[in-house]
C-alpha cells in the first residue's frame, strides 16, 4: 500500500512540476521585465524561457532531443485537414456556449480584459499568442504531463485529469472552463493524431480564432444576435464532434 501511494506522489510530482515551473518563470518575468512591456510580451518571454529550460532538460537528464519530442510532425500536418477545423470549431463553440449560458457577455469578448492580450500589434499577437504560448503549453501539459499520465491509467482518466489541471492553470472560472474543453480536445489530437505537433496545431489554430474574432470588434454586435448565437454554436459544435469522431477512428500509432 505505502508503495502505491508513493508512486501516485511520484507520478503526480512528475506532472506537477513542469506547470510549477512555468509559473514560477511567469512570476520572475512579471518582476523582473521594465513596465513597459505589456502583459503579452511578459507572457511571450516567460513562455521562451519555460520551453528552452524544459527542452534543455528533457536533451540532458532524458535523452530525448527536440526532433525525437516533434517526430510526429509529418503524421500531424497530414491530419491537418482535421485538427485544423477542430481548432476553429472550439473556439466558436466554446465562446458561444459562453455567451448563451451569461457565463460571458458578448462585448466581455472586446473589453479591457481581452485588450490586455488582443490591444497589442497583430505580429506580437500572431507570434506569441498563436505560436510561443501554445507549444509551451503542450509542451508542459500535453507532453510533460498527458504523455507521462497516459503510460500509467487509462487514457481518458489522463485526458481529463490534464484538462482539469489545463483548466486551474488559468486562474479564472471561464477561462478555466473553456481550457478544460480544450484541454479534452488536445488529448485527443495528441493520442490520435501526431503526438505534440498535433496537439500543438490545435491550440495554435485555435487561439488564432480567438485573435481573429477579437479583432473583428465592429462585427461584435452580431454575438448579441440570440439566434446567430445559437446557429454558429451548433454548427461549429456539429463540426468539432465529427472532426473528434474521425480522429478517435484515426491510427494510435504517432511515428
Known amino acids: 500500500m505505502r508503495g502505491v501511494l508513493m508512486r501516485g506522489w511520484k507520478l503526480g510530482w512528475e506532472i506537477l512540476w513542469p506547470v510549477l515551473w512555468y509559473l514560477g ?69 466554446m465562446n458561444g456556449l459562453l455567451v448563451l449560458s451569461g457565463l460571458e457577455s458578448p462585448s466581455g469578448m472586446y473589453d479591457g480584459r481581452a485588450d490586455m492580450v488582443y490591444g497589442s500589434k497583430v505580429w506580437e499577437q500572431l507570434l506569441i499568442s498563436c505560436i510561443m504560448i501554445p507549444f509551451t503549453e503542450e509542451l508542459v501539459f500535453r507532453e510533460m504531463g498527458y504523455g507521462k499520465l497516459r503510460k500509467e491509467c487509462r487514457t481518458a482518466l489522463a485526458a481529463g485529469i490534464t484538462a482539469l489541471l489545463f483548466g486551474i492553470y488559468h486562474f479564472q472560472l471561464v477561462q478555466g472552463m473553456y481550457a478544460v474543453c480544450l484541454g479534452l480536445l488536445l488529448a485527443v489530437a495528441y493520442e490520435r493524431c501526431g503526438g505534440l505537433p498535433a496537439a500543438f496545431l490545435v491550440h495554435a489554430v485555435s487561439n488564432l480564432t480567438s485573435v481573429v474574432l477579437a479583432m473583428e470588434e465592429d462585427r461584435s454586435w452580431l454575438w448579441e444576435k440570440k439566434l446567430f448565437v445559437v446557429s454558429v454554436t451548433l454548427v461549429s459544435g456539429f463540426l468539432l464532434g465529427m472532426c473528434v469522431r474521425r480522429m478517435r477512428n484515426a491510427d494510435s500509432n504517432r511515428c
Do not use: D
Not at 516567460?46 to 509529418?74: D, H, K, P, V, W
Open 25 to 93: 518563470i511567469m512570476a520572475a518575468a512579471a518582476l523582473v521585465c521594465p513596465v513597459k512591456f505589456s502583459v503579452l510580451e511578459v507572457a511571450g518571454l516567460a513562455a521562451a524561457a519555460t520551453a528552452l529550460t524544459l527542452l534543455a532538460g528533457e536533451r540532458i537528464f532524458r535523452g530525448r532531443g527536440f526532433q525525437e519530442i516533434m517526430q510526429g510532425g509529418s503524421r500531424a500536418l497530414g491530419y491537418g485537414w482535421l485538427l485544423i477545423p477542430a481548432g476553429i470549431a472550439v473556439c466558436i463553440m
